[in-house]
């Protein structure tokens, strides 16, 4: 996954949101401990907006989350199908043919594996 702002708010709100439903918080909630809006909250949640740090830090106090847990968002972010094969490729390109058939064989292997777990 390209890492920009929409997908950086995307991440962000979905975190926020994630927060919020494990604390058993309604949104009109959340808002009033983080002194906004609920209709911005909800736009915040959904990605439709960018919050600043201002805002971020309202939220996490009002969820009651450290401020980088809920920026925490690299464990969220998992590579397309295309992106990983592209990073194979990449890693691929100064091996020798020989090293090259080995490697796509030991990822065979691998995948053949994959129907017993």
């Known amino acids: 996954m390209e ?3 929409k997908n950086i708010s995307h991440l962000i709100g979905k975190r926020i949101q994630k927060f919020r439903t ?3 918080l309604s949104q009109e909630d959340l808002a009033l401990a983080s002194e906004m809006h609920p209709a911005y909250l909800g736009r915040v949640e959904r990605g439709e907006r960018c919050p600043t740090i201002d805002t971020l830090y309202r939220i996490s106090r ?3 989350v450290p ?3 809920l920026l925490n968002i690299s464990s969220d972010i998992r590579p397309s199908n295309n992106e990983a094969i592209e990073r194979i490729k990449n890693a691929m390109s100064d091996l020798t043919d020989s090293e090259a058939v080995e490697i796509a064989e ?5 995948i053949s594996l994959k129907k017993f777990f």
Not at 106 to 110: A, G, L, Q, T, V
């Open 3 to 5: 890492i920009d702002r």
């Open 22 to 24: 494990q604390r058993k």
């Open 62 to 64: 009002g969820l009651k």
């Open 67 to 69: 401020l980088h847990e």
């Open 106 to 110: 030991i990822i065979e292997r691998i």
